[in-house]
Each structure stands twice: as C-alpha cells, then as structure tokens.
T-cell receptor, first 114, second 111 residues
Framework: GAGVSQSPSNKVTEKGKDVELRCDPI?????LYWYRQRLGQGLEFLIY????????KSGLPSDRFSAERTGESVSTLTIQRTQQEDSAVYLC????????????FGPGTRLTVT | GQNIDQPTEMTATEGAIVQINCTYQ??????LFWYQQHAGEAPTFLSY????GLEEKGRFSSFLSRSKGYSYLLLKELQMKDSASYLC????????????FGAGTRLAVHP
C-alpha cells in the first residue's frame, strides 16, 4: 500500500485480556515506531525498530507491553493483562531510515479497555 | 526533566495569520518538528528545524531559537481546513528516533 496501515482500527477488550495490534509500514522503510496517544494528550514514544531489532525499548510503560518486528516489515505490539489505563490510540509510524527525520504515521488503533 | 509546552487551544478567523508557540526543555537537541493532526486522523509532517531561523514552506513557516528553547509555527491565509491540532515535537539526545511530543494546540478557524 501507499501508506502505513494498522489493524484493527478499533478494539474493545475486557480488563485482563491480551491484545495484539498490527502495523504494516511503508514498503522499504527500515525504521518503525510505536506511540501511544491518550485522550487530549500528546504522543508518547513507546519503542523504535531499526530493521528487526529494537535499540530503544525505554518507552514501554511496563513489562505487560512487548513488540516485535519480522522480515523488516510487519510489527506487532502486544499488551498482556490489559488495564483500563491502557485505553488510548496506538499509533505506528515508519521512516525511510533511522537517519531520516520524517516519520509517516498510520491511522492508529483505538483501544478501549472496559 | 524533559518538557514541551504549547497552548491548549487557539481560535482564528479565515484569511488571517496565526502563530502557535512552543517552548521546550530537553536533554540534548537534534531538531524540532511540527505535525498537523486532524481529529481522528494520523499526524502528518509539516516542518523540521535544526538551525536557528525561519523555514518557509508555502502558507506555513516555522521558526527556531535554540538559545531560547523556543519555536513557533506561523500559518498565513488561514483556511477552514487548517482547523486541526498542531503538535510540537523535539528530537533530544535519543536522536530522530525518539521524538518527545507536546500535548498539541487545537486550532479552530472560523469564517
């Protein structure tokens, strides 16, 4: 596709369940980023991948959060034992390379934990 | 700590000029970014400043003063479609790959 895609667009889950969010970056982009945006707040950096490795995981809020990337393409963000404070829009972005400053964002996944 | 401040909301009239300010305190500096985000949509890149001065791109300009930790986004000839949130972000010591975002400024353009 032409842009970054994410699925699902919306996810409602019960507290305590695990969820998996998917990101398909722009083809050929080697760098991939995950952000979280709570209602009315700015974007919060979670993790960044260069290729399939994650040099910086410092933004992951707790050990319930994990992410992986395979084939220098698709990435999944997994949240285990979801809590209500995990409710937010999870945005994925990609850039041509780690040194490329322009990040292209996907439409996000709106996660609601009930 | 790391902090980015920008006004929460602004209003302006169609055809006018509006300036959205951003002040920052970060450990290290590798550039300042402005993104536009329409409600319910993904942020889109507007500008990048790494040196002091004004960068102009059509109706939008962005200014940076590193010594003052200050930037502004200037929007000219406002159009209704410019109603959106404008996000200021700084690349600190973590490099391009770890942007620190402000909470965003919600701009409403009225006829």
């Amino acid at each position: 596709g032409a842009g970054v895609s994410q699925s699902p667009s919306n996810k409602v889950t019960e507290k305590g369940k695990d969820v998996e969010l998917r990101c398909d970056p722009i083809s050929g982009h080697t760098a991939l980023y995950w952000y979280r945006q709570r209602l009315g707040q700015g974007l919060e950096f979670l993790i960044y991948f260069q290729g399939n490795s994650a040099p910086d995981k410092s933004g992951l809020p707790s050990d319930r959060f994990s992410a992986e990337r395979t084939g220098e393409s698709v990435s999944t963000l997994t949240i285990q034992r979801t809590q209500q404070e995990d409710s937010a829009v999870y945005l994925c972005a990609s850039s041509l390379a780690a040194a490329a400053y322009e990040q292209y964002f996907g439409p996000g996944t709106r996660l609601t934990v009930t | 700590g790391q902090n980015i401040d920008q006004p929460t909301e602004m209003t302006a009239t169609e055809g006018a000029i509006v300036q959205i300010n951003c002040t920052y305190q970060t450990s290290g500096f590798n550039g300042l970014f402005w993104y536009q985000q329409h409600a319910g949509e993904a942020p889109t890149f507007l500008s990048y400043n790494v040196l002091d001065g004004l960068e102009e791109k059509g109706r939008f300009s962005s200014f940076l003063s590193r010594s003052k930790g200050y930037s502004y986004l200037l929007l000219k000839e406002l159009q209704m479609k410019d109603s959106a949130s404008y996000l200021c972000a700084v690349s600190g010591s973590g490099g391009y790959n770890k942007l620190i975002f402000g909470a965003g400024t919600r701009l409403a353009v009225h006829p």
